[in-house]
């Protein structure tokens, strides 16, 4: 289960209620019913999930999303969208502003349960992508003419940290080849430079690759991920 939990909503009362339950399941919470308090908190503090009323004044729960997913400790937090409103137009709006899930008014303790549960397959999915594993695996990145070969010191489902020859500038977007498999084809990436340390190491984001290359990535690195995994319970 998420273990801390942020619900930003204008009815006391129901802060009280979703509270009251969170308790109960022994999660920490906090409850903020000013929309402008909470996006300066959202800023300062990580959160495992985050609870936010569609209709609040001054800043709607769409915009506070918006503003979440823009930048931040929060940026990949799983928000769930507090609503009466089942229209269709409002919720894909607010799918685009990166709420991940809906809890439906009334809110009872059985539907807060079942998204609790969900909230928390998608924290475990979130860190099972972003656990890194050390890997050392040829690579190649490329961006226009250039191309650079390098090794990865660690790889995980949604980026990796190589040494290569030479570095790109950060924000670049590249093309790898990543050689998981010695005599078959590299596994080709669309990727972005993230950060740069030193004049020979670089941090790339994972952004993109066949279906296929998805899936020979994750069968790659699953076992080694659930390995650490274990070795930490």
């Known amino acids: 289960m998420p273990t801390k939990i942020l619900v930003v909503d204008d009815d006391s ?3 009280e209620f979703i509270q009251e339950v969170l308790t109960a399941e022994k999660i920490e919470s906090s409850v903020i019913t000013d ?9 300062e503090e990580r ?3 985050v609870f936010l009323d569609m209709r609040m004044p001054i800043v709607d729960g769409i915009e506070l999303a918006t503003r979440v997913r823009s930048s931040g400790l929060n940026q990949t937090t799983p928000l769930v969208m507090i609503t009466g409103d ?3 137009k409002v919720m894909q709006r607010a799918f685009q502003a990166g709420v991940n899930l809906f809890l439906f008014k009334p809110v009872d303790r059985a539907r807060l349960m079942r998204i609790l549960n969900a909230a928390n397959n998608l924290i475990q999915s979130r860190r099972m992508r972003f656990t890194r594993v050390k890997v050392c695996k040829g690579v190649s990145i490329e961006a226009g003419e250039r191309r650079v070969k390098g090794t990865s010191l660690d790889i995980s489902i949604g980026g ?3 040494q ?5 500038p950060v924000g670049s977007t590249v093309r790898v ?3 998981l498999h010695q005599g078959r084809p590299p596994l080709q990436l669309a990727a972005r430079v993230v950060r740069v340390t ?3 190491c670089m941090g790339l984001k994972i952004e993109g690759a066949l279906p296929e290359g998805d899936r020979q990535l994750e069968n790659f690195l699953l076992p080694m991920v659930l390995g650490k995994s274990d070795s930490r319970s």
Do not use: I, N, P, Y
């Open 13 to 15: 009362v129901l802060c």
């Open 35 to 43: 929309s402008m308090r909470a996006a300066t908190r959202l800023r």
């Open 47 to 49: 959160f495992d999930a």
């Open 86 to 88: 089942q229209d269709s």
């Open 160 to 162: 990796m940290f190589v």
């Open 164 to 168: 290569s020859s030479a570095t790109f």
């Open 177 to 179: 080849g990543l050689e």
């Open 198 to 200: 030193g004049e020979d």
